[in-house]
């Protein structure tokens, strides 16, 4: 009876230390994964430099011009706040800070304006957009993985490399020497105002390509995916699906 008296006793004791233990692990665990050396305030991304391509991974729209190195984020503080922005190797990396192991996801993203000397590349993972004024030099890389656009108002560049595996679009308008652009996803790649010395196009889905081009171009297809060359372009096609090649003036 003594035992039974006090076993009642010992479990309301017990399960009364479960809710603050609960309290101090999830306090503990608040952000688990951020780097806490990462740049949180706004003059600290104002001074990042030394990066020549820029990844985004979260909804943010991203407005990039050429110039001296400056990263501006404006958008509700909350929006800000969540904010993860950094330079790793030679990217700017800009995302979200985690909690609980989850990134943020319930926001419509905030603007950051990036200006910098020159540009390489830019991958796009996220369902934000990325507007660039200009590239230029010897190669420049698009890599579009979400659902999200990549726009390139005006080119001049020796090589252009373009990959889409989601269902964004990427446009380019300008010149480039050579082209060879990758398409898996459902996303385009609008060119109309692109025009390529020579080029290299694989489909293999739904996703449409289109530019202009006066020298040899290898067309692939696998799908129902179309290509469109306008100009003098001698194209080589290789088709399986119900994707069509059209090399016209």
Same mark, same amino acid.
Do not use: H
């Given at each position: 009876?003594?035992?039974?008296?006090?076993?009642?006793?010992?479990?309301?004791?017990?399960?009364?230390?479960?809710?603050?233990?609960?309290?101090?692990?999830?306090?503990?665990?608040?952000?688990?994964?951020?780097?806490?050396?990462?740049?949180?305030?706004?003059?600290?991304?104002?001074?990042?430099?030394?990066?020549?391509?820029?990844?985004?991974?979260?909804?943010?729209?991203?407005?990039?011009?050429?110039?001296?190195?400056?990263?501006?984020?404006?958008?509700?503080?909350?929006?800000?706040?969540?904010?993860?922005?950094?330079?790793?190797?030679?990217?700017?990396?800009?995302?979200?800070?985690?909690?609980?192991?989850?990134?943020?996801?319930?926001?419509?993203?905030?603007?950051?304006?990036?200006?910098?000397?020159?540009?390489?590349?830019?991958?796009?993972?996220?369902?934000?957009?990325?507007?660039?004024?200009?590239?230029?030099?010897?190669?420049?890389?698009?890599?579009?993985?979400?659902?999200?656009?990549?726009?390139?108002?005006?080119?001049?560049?020796?090589?252009?490399?373009?990959?889409?595996?989601?269902?964004?679009?990427?446009?380019?308008?300008?010149?480039?020497?050579?082209?060879?652009?990758?398409?898996?996803?459902? $996303?385009?790649?609008?060119?109309?105002?692109?025009?390529?010395?020579?080029? *290299?196009? &694989? /489909?293999? #889905? %739904? !996703?449409? +390509?289109?530019?202009?081009?006066?020298?040899?171009?290898?067309?692939?297809?696998? $799908?129902?995916?179309?290509?469109?060359?306008?100009?003098?372009?001698?194209? *080589?096609? &290789? /088709?399986? #699906? %119900? !994707?069509? +090649?059209?090399?016209?003036?």
């Amino acid at each position: 009876m003594r035992y039974a008296a006090l076993f009642p006793a010992v479990t309301i004791a017990a399960l009364a230390m479960v809710p603050a233990a609960c309290s101090r692990e999830n306090a503990s665990d608040r952000e688990p994964g951020r780097d806490a050396t990462a740049p949180t305030d706004p003059a600290a991304w104002a001074a990042l430099s030394g990066f020549t391509g820029i990844e985004v991974t979260g909804p943010d729209n991203v407005i990039v011009t050429r110039g001296d190195f400056s990263v501006k984020a404006e958008g509700d503080a909350k929006i800000l706040d969540r904010l993860d922005i950094r330079v790793k190797g030679d990217t700017l990396e800009i995302g979200r800070r985690k909690r609980f192991g989850i990134a943020w996801s319930d926001d419509r993203g905030a603007t950051v304006r990036v200006s910098l000397p020159a540009i390489r590349n830019v991958e796009a993972t996220g369902s934000g957009n990325v507007d660039v004024d200009r590239v230029d030099g010897d190669a420049f890389a698009a890599d579009l993985t979400g659902s999200g656009n990549i726009k390139v108002a005006a080119a001049n560049l020796r090589s252009l490399k373009a990959e889409i595996t989601g269902s964004g679009n990427l446009d380019m308008a300008g010149a480039t020497e050579n082209v060879a652009l990758s398409i898996t996803g459902s $996303g385009d790649f609008s060119g109309n105002a692109l025009k390529a010395g020579r080029g *290299k196009v &694989s /489909i293999q #889905g %739904s !996703g449409n +390509a289109g530019f202009a081009s006066d020298g040899p171009v290898d067309i692939n297809i696998m $799908g129902s995916g179309d290509v469109t060359v306008k100009g003098k372009a001698q194209c *080589k096609q &290789s /088709i399986m #699906g %119900s !994707g069509e +090649a059209r090399c016209a003036p």
